[in-house]
C-alpha cells in the first residue's frame, strides 16, 4: 500500500533583524500577464542599501510597493511593522523620490516643497522647505516655475520634497538622473550622511559604478528577481568571475585565437566574418595582458579588443544563470 | 474657505492653477459668448411666448451642452491629469485623508466652472426676454447640474484614461440619446432633474421635465456625492504611478 505523505512545509523564513525597518516577505507583483516582481524577500535597517539592476528588472515596482504606492499581488510589505498602503501615519516617515521628471509644473521649487511641507502638517513649512532646498544646492529664492528646470534642478527639487519632512526611510529611484558630475557627488555625499545619522536610505540605480559609492550593502534585482543581497564587493567579485566574451579584430585574428586558446587565457573561440574573433576567457585581466604579448609574437596588427558583455544586463544575466 | 482644513486647502490652490490654462478658459469662454449672442437673437424675434422660447434655448444649449461639456473639461483633469502624469504621487504620499484630496479637487473644479457657465447662461437667460423668474431658474438649474457633472466627472478622470471621450460618449450617447427615449430612462440622466428644476421656477413646460419635488433638488447633490465617495475609493486603491 502506498501512503502519501503531505508536502513537507515550507521552510521558515530567515529571522528579521532586530533593526530591520523594510520587510519584505515573498513578494511578488504582476501585472496582468507582467510578472514584474516575483517572489522576493529581504530586509532593510538603518544605513544606505542600494538597490541595483539593469532597466526593467523591477526596482521600481518594488520601490514604489516599498512606499504602497501599489499593493503586492503576493506577500507582504511592512515599514516599521505596518502596512504602507493602507497605514496613512507611515508616509510621515517615508520620503519618496520617485523616477517620473513631472513635476507641478507651475509652481517654484520652494512652492513645490512647501506644499509638501504643509501636507505633512510641519509648525514651519517654509523654513523647513528653505533647508531642505538648501541642502540640495537650490536657490529657494529662484523665482523661475519648475517648468523651466533643467532636468538636474528637478531632480534636486525632488530630493527636497522628499527630505522636507526628515522622514525615517527615504527610497530614491535613480536619483542621479540627469545631475552633473558635482552634483552627483554632493548626493552621494548626502546619502551618506543620512545613512550614518541613522536614516534607512535605499536607493535604485542601474549604473553599476554609481551603486558602489552609495555603500557596501547591495541588493541586486534581475528579471524581477533577487539575484543577490550583501556585500558590494563580494558580489563584484562573483560578477568578475564570470566568463567574458570579447571581440578581437586583427589582420591574423584566426592564429591569434589560436595562440591564446594554447596558452589556456580563452576557453572557447568562434570565428567571425572577416577579421575578427570572439573569444571566452575565464579572467579577464589576464586576456588583456596576454593579447598584446601573443599578437607581438605573431607579429599581427590589433585593430580592435573590445568586451562584448561588459554591460549590467549581461552581468544579471549571468547573475541569474539566464 | 475658513472652514477648509489647513491641508486641502493648498490642495485646492494647486488643482485650481493646474486647471487654468488659457486655452480651456477662452474655448469655454467662446462658448458662453455664443450662447449670449444666440440669446439676444431669440430676443430680438418675434415670439409670441418669450419664456418658452428662452428656457428651451437654455434647456438645448445650456443644461445640455455649456453645463456638462465645461465640468467634462475641468473635472476630469482635477485629478486625471496628475494621476496620468504621475504627480499625483506628490499628494498621496501625504498624511492627507484621500477624502480631502477628492474634495478639494471637486471644489477646485467646480470654482472655475460655475463662472464660465452660470454667468454667460444667465446673461442669455435675460438676454432672451423670459424675465427674471427664467434667469433665476437659469442660475439655479445651471449650479444644481455642475454640482452633479463634477461629481461624476471627476470619478470619471480617476477611473478611466482619456476620460474626455469618455465623458463626451456618456453625455451626447447616454444623456442626449439613451436617457431621452421615454420618461423612465430620463430619470438616468442628470439633464433631466436640472430641467425640471428650470421648469419648475420659470414655471413653463417641456419635455422629459417630469421629476416631482423633492427629488428633482435632492438626486443632483446626491449623485455628487456618491461619485465622490466613489472617487475617494478609488484614490484609496488604485496604484499610483
Given amino acids: 500500500m502506498t501512503v502519501l505523505l503531505p508536502p513537507p512545509p515550507p521552510p521558515p523564513p530567515p529571522p528579521v533583524p532586530a533593526d530591520a525597518r523594510i520587510v519584505v516577505e ?8 507582467l510578472v514584474a516582481v516575483s517572489d522576493v524577500s529581504f530586509t532593510v535597517g538603518p544605513g544606505v542599501t542600494a538597490l541595483l539592476g539593469p532597466n526593467g528588472a523591477g526596482k521600481s515596482t ?17 515599514v516599521f511593522g505596518g502596512n504602507p498602503r ?37 509648525d514651519d513649512p517654509e523654513g523647513a522647505a528653505r533647508s531642505a532646498l538648501a541642502v540640495v544646492e537650490l536657490d529657494p529664492d529662484e523665482p523661475r516655475p519648475i517648468a523651466g528646470f533643467s532636468k538636474g534642478m528637478r531632480q534636486r527639487a525632488k530630493v527636497a520634497q522628499a527630505l522636507v519632512h526628515d522622514p525615517d526611510v527615504v527610497v530614491l529611484d535613480e536619483p542621479l538622473t540627469g545631475l552633473d558630475p558635482r552634483q552627483r557627488l554632493h548626493l552621494i555625499t548626502l546619502f551618506e550622511q543620512l545613512g550614518a545619522a541613522g536614516k534607512t536610505v535605499l536607493v535604485s540605480s542601474h549604473v553599476l559604478d554609481e551603486v558602489e559609492r552609495f555603500g557596501r550593502r547591495v541588493l541586486v534585482m534581475a528579471q524581477g528577481r533577487l539575484a543577490a543581497e550583501g556585500d558590494f564587493h563580494a558580489i563584484r567579485d562573483l560578477m568578475d568571475d564570470r566568463p567574458h566574451r570579447v571581440r578581437i579584430r586583427s589582420d591574423r585574428a584566426r592564429e591569434l585565437a589560436t595562440g591564446l586558446l594554447e596558452r589556456g587565457v580563452v576557453v572557447g573561440v568562434r570565428l567571425g566574418d572577416g577579421d ?47 | 474657505m475658513a472652514a477648509l482644513a489647513p491641508t486641502r486647502l493648498p490642495i485646492y490652490r494647486l488643482l485650481l492653477r493646474s486647471q487654468v490654462s488659457r486655452a480651456r478658459v477662452l474655448a469655454l469662454l467662446a462658448i458662453g459668448i455664443v450662447g449670449i449672442v444666440v440669446g439676444f437673437a431669440i430676443g430680438a424675434g418675434d415670439r409670441i411666448d418669450e419664456l418658452r422660447a428662452g428656457a428651451r434655448f437654455i434647456n438645448t444649449f445650456g443644461l445640455s451642452l455649456l453645463v456638462p461639456v465645461t465640468a467634462l473639461v475641468f473635472s476630469a483633469a482635477a485629478l486625471g491629469d496628475p494621476s496620468e502624469d504621475g504627480t499625483l504621487v506628490y499628494l498621496w504620499l501625504r498624511p492627507v485623508r484621500r477624502s480631502r484630496i477628492v474634495i478639494a479637487a471637486a471644489a477646485s473644479s467646480f470654482t472655475v466652472a460655475w463662472p464660465l457657465v452660470v454667468i454667460p447662461l444667465a446673461v442669455a437667460a435675460w438676454a432672451t426676454g423670459g424675465g427674471s423668474a427664467l434667469v433665476t431658474a437659469t442660475v439655479v438649474a445651471s449650479t444644481l447640474a455642475l454640482v452633479a457633472y463634477t461629481g461624476i466627472f471627476c470619478a470619471l478622470g480617476l477611473r478611466v484614461k482619456r476620460s474626455l471621450v469618455w465623458g463626451l460618449l456618456y453625455i451626447f450617447i447616454w444623456e442626449g440619446f439613451v436617457a431621452t427615449a421615454n420618461d423612465t430612462a430620463g430619470r438616468l440622466a442628470v439633464r433631466t432633474y436640472s430641467r425640471s428644476v428650470l421648469t419648475e421656477i420659470a414655471d413653463v413646460t417641456l419635455r422629459f421635465s417630469a421629476i416631482s419635488s423633492p427629488y428633482r433638488w435632492i438626486v443632483p447633490p446626491l449623485v455628487a456625492v456618491v461619485a465622490l465617495a466613489y472617487a475617494t475609493r478609488r484614490l484609496r486603491r488604485q496604484d499610483v504611478a
Avoid at chain 1, 513635476?103 to 501636507?119: D, K, P, Q, T
Wanted: net charge negative; aromatic share 6%; glycine share 8%.
Fill in chain 1, 276 to 322: 575578427d574573433v570572439i573569444v571566452d576567457a575565464v579572467d579577464a585581466a589576464r586576456l588583456r595582458r596576454e593579447v598584446p604579448v601573443v599578437a607581438a609574437e605573431l607579429g599581427a596588427r590589433l585593430y580592435e579588443v573590445a568586451p562584448l558583455d561588459d554591460d549590467l544586463e549581461s552581468v544579471f544575466r549571468y547573475l541569474v544563470g539566464g
Fill in chain 1, 26 to 33: 515573498r513578494v511578488s507583483k504582476w501585472f496582468g500577464d
Fill in chain 1, 86 to 122: 493602507d497605514d496613512l501615519s507611515l508616509t510621515r516617515r517615508i520620503g519618496l523620490v520617485p523616477q517620473q521628471e513631472t513635476l507641478f509644473e507651475n509652481l517654484s521649487a520652494l512652492g513645490f516643497v512647501r506644499l509638501a511641507a504643509v501636507l505633512h502638517g510641519l
Fill in chain 1, 62 to 78: 518594488m520601490l514604489r510597493l516599498l512606499c504602497g504606492l501599489t499593493p503586492p499581488s503576493q506577500g507582504t510589505v511592512a
